[in-house]
């Protein structure tokens, strides 16, 4: 599986601004994809995920946020596009970072609380950049 983050930019505190992960090669089973953030000089964070069954997707996706994001984030996948989205609003100075886009075989709520090192595939970053 690769994958592909795109999206980022330079934003004033305020607006908004959607990421989008694109993903590539075949997937089965229980599958989540989420979005992590690593700012100057801290370490890597968990911003939100979701999941699902590829052959069961009567049981739909699920979601987790971390609390920094919980009501100013959303993520949301379109699997025609096979594209998992962030769409963050209400963005603050304190969300600059460089955004990741993971994937492993686990549930959303899991991911959140994963190593980084643990998690079998990671995009590569977009920078988001929230001026005051």
């Known amino acids: 599986v690769q994958l592909q983050a795109s999206g980022g930019g330079l934003v004033q505190a305020g607006d908004s601004l959607t990421l989008a992960c694109a993903t590539s090669g075949r997937t089965s089973g229980l599958f989540g994809m989420g979005w992590f953030r690593q700012a100057p000089g801290k370490e890597r964070e968990f911003v939100a995920a979701v999941s699902w069954w590829s052959d069961a997707t009567y049981l739909g996706d699920a979601t987790f946020y971390a609390d920094a994001a919980k009501g100013r984030f959303t993520i949301s996948r379109d699997n025609a596009k096979n594209t998992v989205y962030l769409q963050m609003n209400s963005l603050k100075p304190e969300d600059t970072a460089v955004y990741y886009c993971?994937?492993?075989?686990?549930?959303?709520?899991?991911?959140?609380?994963?190593?980084?090192?643990?998690?079998?595939?990671w995009g590569q970053g977009t920078l988001v950049t929230v001026s005051s």
């Open positions: 993971a994937a492993h075989s686990t549930t959303a709520q899991s991911m959140s609380v994963m190593l980084s090192k643990m998690i079998r595939y």
